[in-house]
């Protein structure tokens, strides 16, 4: 530890009636969560790496009147750091430990399955089926379909989003095949290639790549290892990119952007070949502070025109996803306000011009108007969204479906959209 103690990336969840938090770790690398009395999580909350635990003492007696003596604060710093919630040595050797098991598995296990959806493959599907009945279809496309935008909610509140989006990707490759059946591309037998670009909801780094194929109820989803392989080569995985990237792949782990696409790829192409290449996108926190474009960092203008090479080079065999859902409002991300109808009205509006930018195909547009509001919405599919614009440059997009789902137990609110883009 240091005299400036710093809390891992940790999530923090209120316990509703009993006046406690339960920190969390979506890592796993702390296996277990812990419960702290909500007034010692105002002490917690300064463990920032600027703060000295006399800088703590002092902000603690100035908000409370209440003279904390060094001993207890140095024992609660003890104990977060041997449970691995603070940053430090212990919880470095610990990640990399957990990041180095990970890599060793033959490839990535579903972590969600009997949770967030069914773990049996006949009721999965039935659920699939049922959202994507209720779907209408992308009539009279402008072209070929080259990307889409899709939530990456649960799918009790995002499915209506979900099968808005497959729906379309399943008529779109259905009328690719009887063209190619027709002798229109004789390249058919080659397996179609998915670029799923996930937000990383926690950790590190721009761009978080794995080789790893994705298992789930409904089978095996294979990484497309030469694509992988010729994205890496021309990125480059720049300076801690390249020092970090086996560290920074455990973030694949838990993180649940790229399975929920998976499983609805592999329910409406449950009787073709495809395979996938699954990036995680960091977030964007120090470009939006600076209102400076994140084509500024090198390390994000060399990954979409690496991505944007891969792609020249798939062709028509390539579909980018963002996994992205768009605004988080009210009390539980931070908000002063509960989410009401007038509210509501006003975040839809303001979702619609980043929508508009997306049809555009305009990525600075986009980032722009998050960065010119403060991301006061919490624009959580900015990197991936972002991207995709950067990257594929479509010409037309066409919004499929928006919604809004409020946050169970909570006066706040999540909202999403599906978008084709030609």
Not at 150 to 177: I, M, N
Not at 347 to 362: F, H, K, N, P, Q
């Amino acid at each position: 530890m240091t005299d400036c103690p710093k809390l891992r990336p940790v999530e923090a969840t209120p316990v509703p009636g009993r006046g406690l938090v339960q920190l969390r770790d979506p890592l796993g690398v702390a296996p277990e969560p812990i419960f702290v009395p909500a007034a010692v999580f105002s002490l917690v909350a300064l463990f920032d790496g600027q703060h000295t635990l006399r800088d703590i003492q002092v902000a603690h007696a100035r908000r409370t009147g209440e003279l904390l003596m060094t001993d207890k604060l140095e024992k609660l710093a003890e104990q977060l750091d041997e449970r691995l919630f603070l940053e430090g040595e212990r919880s470095r050797q610990a990640r990399v430990a957990a990041a180095e098991a990970y890599r060793a598995l033959p490839h990535h296990a579903s972590l969600h399955a009997g949770r967030s959806y069914p773990d049996d493959p006949q009721a999965l599907g039935e659920l699939l089926d049922g959202l994507l009945h209720q779907a209408p279809s992308e009539n009279d496309p402008p072209g070929p379909l080259r990307g889409l935008i899709a939530p990456h909610l649960d799918f009790d509140r995002g499915g209506a989003g979900y099968a808005a989006a497959y729906r379309v990707a399943q008529t779109a490759c259905a009328a690719e095949v009887r063209l190619r059946a027709c002798g229109a591309c004789v390249e058919d037998a080659k397996p179609e290639v998915f670029v799923i670009l996930g937000t990383a909801h926690v950790g590190e780094g721009s761009y978080i790549l794995t080789d790893k194929s994705f298992e789930t109820p409904l089978g095996l989803a294979p990484a497309d290892a030469v694509s992988l392989a010729r994205l890496r080569a021309r990125w480059g995985e720049q300076g801690d990119h390249a020092d970090r990237a086996a560290e920074w792949e455990l973030i694949h782990k838990t993180e649940h952007s790229i399975e929920f696409q998976v499983i609805w790829l592999q329910h409406v192409f449950a009787d073709r070949d495809f395979a996938i290449i699954p990036v995680l996108c960091g977030g964007f926190g120090a470009h939006l502070a600076a209102g400076r474009s994140p084509q500024a960092d090198a390390a994000v203008a060399t990954f979409s025109a690496a991505l944007a090479e891969l792609i020249a080079d798939l062709g028509d065999r390539v579909c980018v996803i963002a996994s992205a859902d768009l605004a988080h409002v009210g009390p539980q991300f931070g908000g002063r306000e509960p989410m009401a109808a007038g509210s509501l009205a006003l975040v839809r509006a303001r979702d619609g011009e980043l929508l508009e930018a997306c049809a555009r195909g305009d990525p600075e547009a986009f980032f722009g108007q998050i960065a010119a509001e403060g991301d006061a919405r919490n624009i959580c599919g900015l990197p991936p969204i972002y991207t995709l614009l950067a990257a594929l440059r479509p010409e037309e997009g066409r919004l499929l479906h928006y919604g809004q789902a409020l946050v169970p137990g909570s006066p706040s609110a999540v909202t999403y959209a599906a978008m084709a883009l030609y």
